[in-house]
Nanobody, 119 residues
Framework: QVQLVESGGGLVQTGDSLRLSCVAS????????MGWFRQAPGKEREIVAA????????YYTDSVKGRFTISRDNAENTVFLQMSSLKPEDTAVYYC????????????WGQGTQVTVSS
């Protein structure tokens, strides 16, 4: 089993930056793809970004391209999401996920961290 714990969410203003972190425990996730999803009120959960097991390939949904960067540190069992130029429409609960399928890993989930961007 893999346990994922996110941190780094908060309340920011339009244009600000945030860095989300997700630490895995239970077993190594170095062989798994990792991803960040988000779910806004009344909307379905959507993939935001994903990274393959080695970090050599990344995926971003169109709305965050050029603003968000996903990275991972396999030695620390951690994945990051650097978010810049945040917009109110980025407001959501952000979930970390791990899995075998790239670019939409969904085998294991974290509990989520709230990101709120005020206008």
């Amino acid at each position: 089993q893999v346990q994922l714990v996110e941190s780094g969410g908060g309340l920011v203003q339009t244009g600000d930056s945030l860095r989300l972190s997700c630490v895995a425990s239970g077993r190594t996730v170095s062989g798994y793809a990792m991803g960040w999803f988000r779910q806004a009120p009344g909307k379905e959960r959507e993939i935001v970004a994903a990274i393959n097991w080695s970090g050599g390939s990344t995926y971003y949904t169109d709305s965050v391209k050029g603003r968000f960067t996903i990275s991972r540190d396999n030695a620390e069992n951690t994945v990051f999401l650097q978010m810049s130029s945040l917009k109110p429409e980025d407001t959501a609960v952000y979930y970390c996920a791990a899995g075998l399928f790239y670019p939409s890993p969904k085998d294991y989930w974290g509990q989520g961290t709230q990101v709120t961007v005020s206008s």
